[in-house]
Nanobody, 119 residues
Framework: QVQLVESGGGLVQAGGSLRLSCAASTNILSINVMGWYRQAPGKQREMVATITSAGTINYADSVKGRFTISRDIAKNTIYLQMNNLRPEDTAVYYC?????????????WGQGTQVTVSS
């Protein structure tokens, strides 16, 4: 299993910025897809941004132009830079690792970090 440790959440006013970090316990290039998901109270967990081992990036429409996913391969860490935050971005943000190993696929989650945006 890949261990994922998130950090960087907090309370910020609307229009502010936060950067989330997710440190993986293994070489992130061995993970097919890493990403950020979020879950607001009473809502389903949704994809925010993903990055493949090849570097292909995908964003949810709701965060395009405001959030940026990136990675530091040497540190086995991915980041989520969140700018121009809105109250509707309030949620628990989870780091995810999806990867294949012989005859099986795996999904691992971090413990989550709370992001609260006040209006």
């Amino acid at each position: 299993q890949v261990q994922l440790v998130e950090s960087g959440g907090g309370l910020v006013q609307a229009g502010g910025s936060l950067r989330l970090s997710c440190a993986a316990s293994t070489n992130i290039l061995s993970i097919n897809v890493m990403g950020w998901y979020r879950q607001a109270p009473g809502k389903q967990r949704e994809m925010v941004a993903t990055i493949t081992s090849a570097g292909t990036i995908n964003y949810a429409d709701s965060v395009k132009g405001r959030f940026t996913i990136s990675r530091d391969i040497a540190k086995n860490t991915i980041y989520l830079q969140m700018n121009n935050l809105r109250p509707e971005d309030t949620a628990v943000y989870y780091c995810n690792a999806f990867y294949y190993r012989p005859a099986r696929e795996y999904t691992n989650w971090g413990q989550g970090t709370q992001v609260t945006v006040s209006s």
